[in-house]
């Protein structure tokens, strides 16, 4: 961000939805597929088809059970965006509500605590992965451009951090402690 850059913070349950498009629902791709390794490039918040992707994104998390969040890498594309909604989970502390970012990043970070995460793009496994549980992300809206800063905790936290290590070119698998903190899936809902 430049100085001439301005930067709204977003307070606890108020984050603005930019206006997007119609969204479709994309197909999700799984592990090993080579754009879920890479390091996605960052995009252009204006771009009618960056616009689309982040409405597909939140299309096709609305419609599989249990998803609090997805990057673009997972429906195929090779790109800085994601969408994050953990308003109805149980773990949750503070809510946001649907967040909708490109080119995020974590600009501030504390307290580290390990907890189980899964993940569409590896139905069968879960993993134990530490994170930080107090967290400031910076990011743009699309459509706008404007540059946003979200500062969270507990699960909200950890979803953006696992989106945002998507963009990145990690999964959850890279992120946990050794074989013995990967375990099996008990319970999978297949996308409908």
């Known amino acids: 961000m430049t100085s001439s850059e301005s930067m709204t913070s977003m307070p606890s349950e108020g984050f603005v939805l930019p206006e997007l498009p119609t969204g479709r629902v994309l197909p999700v791709v799984t ?37 609090v969040g997805l990057a673009a890498p997972q429906v195929g594309v090779s790109a800085q965006a994601f969408c994050v909604d953990v308003t109805e989970h149980p773990k949750a502390r503070t809510r946001h509500g649907l967040i909708v970012l490109v080119n995020a990043e974590v600009t501030a970070s504390s307290r ?9 793009s590896v139905p069968d496994l879960t993993g134990d992965v530490k994170r ?60 409908a």
């Open 112 to 120: 580290n605590e390990k907890a189980r995460e899964g993940c569409m």
């Open 132 to 191: 930080a549980t107090r967290l400031t992300v910076t990011g743009q809206l699309p459509g706008s451009g404007e540059t946003v800063e979200i500062t969270t905790d507990a699960f909200e936290a950890r979803a953006l951090q696992h989106e945002i290590d998507h963009c990145n070119g990690f999964l959850f698998l890279d992120r946990v402690a050794g074989a013995h903190a990967i375990h099996s899936r008990k319970v999978y809902l297949p996308p």
């Open 31 to 67: 592990a090993p597929d080579p754009v879920l390794s890479a390091t996605s490039p960052r995009v252009d918040p204006t771009d009618p088809q960056v616009q689309q992707l982040c409405a597909d994104l939140v299309a096709t998390m609305q419609v599989s059970p249990g998803c």
